[in-house]
């Protein structure tokens, strides 16, 4: 089982850098094509169009666009965590830390 979901993971990464690649015209690719040039749509590719747009702007890389789109994300998110958590229960973004710390999307 685990095999397999790291097999799709890796597909599915695949798929998104492609169309990214696309959305920007690298490659000869078109936006919602595999490097197989088959037609792929896993979802509505709305972060891999922000990507591309992003890196596009920026003039940068897709992948150093996309870890720096992905960090700010994350950010986001922790920061909104934390003002939730002590909204809720005051004294409880220590433990919303702890756990984003240990996570694994931090530790990956």
Known sequence: MLS???G??????????????????QNGLDGLQSF???PILNDIPVYQGLVAGAAWLLDS???VT???????LWVLLFSNALIL??????????????FSATSALYLH
Request: proline share 0%.
């Open 61 to 63: 890389d897709v992948l």
């Open 4 to 6: 397999s979901l790291k």
């Open 8 to 25: 799709w993971h890796t597909w599915r990464q695949a798929d998104a850098y492609s169309q990214i690649l696309g959305l920007r015209g």
């Open 85 to 98: 958590a002590e909204r809720l229960w005051l004294g409880s973004a220590k433990y919303v830390t702890v």
């Open 66 to 72: 996309a870890r720096g789109l992905s960090l700010l």
């Open 36 to 38: 197989n040039a088959v």
